[in-house]
């Protein structure tokens, strides 16, 4: 088995080729270019899922198949399993896809993004039994900066914006803006979009209400155009576009958001929960008018949930397959059935008056 050196100056220009990445698909060219210059394999490449299969990407070696079905080949099968495999002989592989006939063993590493696979990295050599641990070790750190989010951006979110929301009230602290983050990067993967820009204004969304309740998104925009650190990762032009969607994410916007970034983050931030909403309600009712008595209480949630969530109310949904748009109905339906909707209020009223 061969002894690799797997330097520091190798890792040093992988991670400086990987934060300087504008998206994914130049940073696994980048690597796939090093790691081949650097040991000579026989074919070193990406795969990425793309509509449900694995779609050739950036590689360094000669021609290969385009496409690989989930499942199939080493590498259909380490995105099935989201494991890396190492195939010291690929005629003892059953299944094996030869792209060459001089491919003799084969590491399939998975990309992995927040338990999804994206892509696999895919090395071949010309000889028997070349991959060892040490090297899965070290190309599963590599694969991890073809993640659709670049590593040094997620630090930089992780330990300087997340922490801020751990000052804001309970509906906006870091679970909120975390799986607002999660929602958003499930949304936009329907999109052709920039899961960065996606990532970077969800997680941004309501850093204003540091100032202001009622004008924070306007001061989160305000605060993204002077954080001078997102320079770092994005242009000028990006910056705006995270500035605008995070200014149009409110749900009593007037008019529709004006990109998909603002779509997403505006439909990624509403949580249409049925029960969830109901309970909100009611408990800002007590909250904020507590002279009113039970009828005054149940006149006040029945006013607003019109006022906002029937038709014609003010919320707007921007993404009309999301998951959102089934609950709205489901809550639509309850909003009809006075009945219904009463003794749901009433057991809540009971619970928090
Ligand atoms: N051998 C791979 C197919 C890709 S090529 O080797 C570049 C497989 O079995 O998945």
Excluded at 53 to 80: D, H, M, N, Y
Excluded at 96 to 110: F, G, K, N, W, Y
Excluded at 210 to 229: C, M, P, Q, W, Y
Aim: aromatic share 8%; net charge negative.
């Amino acid at each position: 088995m061969s002894k690799r050196d797997w330097n520091q100056s190798l890792l040093e220009q992988v991670a400086a080729y990987a934060a300087a990445g504008p998206d994914e698909l130049s940073r696994m060219a980048n690597i796939s270019a090093l790691l081949y210059k650097e040991f000579a394999w026989h074919w070193v490449g990406f795969y990425r899922v793309v509509d449900g299969e694995l779609v050739l990407g950036p590689f360094q070696g000669p021609a290969a198949c385009s496409r690989i079905a989930f499942g199939k080949g080493v590498c259909g099968t380490a995105w099935k399993e989201k494991k890396t495999l190492i195939v010291p002989d690929v005629d003892a592989f059953p299944g094996h896809i030869a792209c060459s006939a001089l491919s003799r063993s084969e590491i399939v590493v998975p990309v992995i993004d927040r338990g999804s696979v994206t892509a696999v990295l895919d090395i071949d050599s010309v000889q028997k039994d070349e991959f060892d641990e040490r090297d899965r070790e070290f190309l599963e750190r590599i694969a991890s900066e073809a993640r659709p989010v670049r590593s040094s951006l997620e630090r930089y979110i992780t330990q300087e914006i997340i922490p801020r929301y751990d000052h804001f009230d309970q509906g906006h602290d870091r679970r909120h803006v975390l799986r607002v983050i999660d929602d958003a990067l499930a949304l936009s993967a329907r999109y052709r979009i920039n899961p960065e820009i996606v990532y970077c204004a969800a997680a941004c969304h309501d850093l204003g209400l540091a100032e202001d309740r009622k004008t924070h998104h306007l001061v989160s925009g305000r605060i993204i155009r002077e954080d001078t650190n997102l320079r770092n990762w994005f242009s000028a032009k990006q910056i705006e576009t995270i500035a605008q969607a995070t200014e149009d994410h409110r749900a009593s916007l007037d008019r529709e958001p004006r990109d998909i970034y603002g779509k997403i983050i505006a439909e990624a931030d509403r949580q249409i929960d049925v029960q969830t909403v109901v309970r909100r309600t009611v408990q800002f009712g007590l909250d904020h008018e507590p002279g009113l008595d039970r009828e005054g209480q149940w006149q006040r949630c029945h006013a607003h949930l019109m006022e906002k969530y029937a038709e014609g109310g003010y919320l707007r949904l921007w993404i009309p397959e999301s998951p959102n748009a089934a609950r709205l109905e489901e809550l639509r339906e309850l909003i009809r059935d006075s009945a219904r909707l009463r003794a749901l209020f009433d057991r809540y009223y009971d619970q928090f008056a």
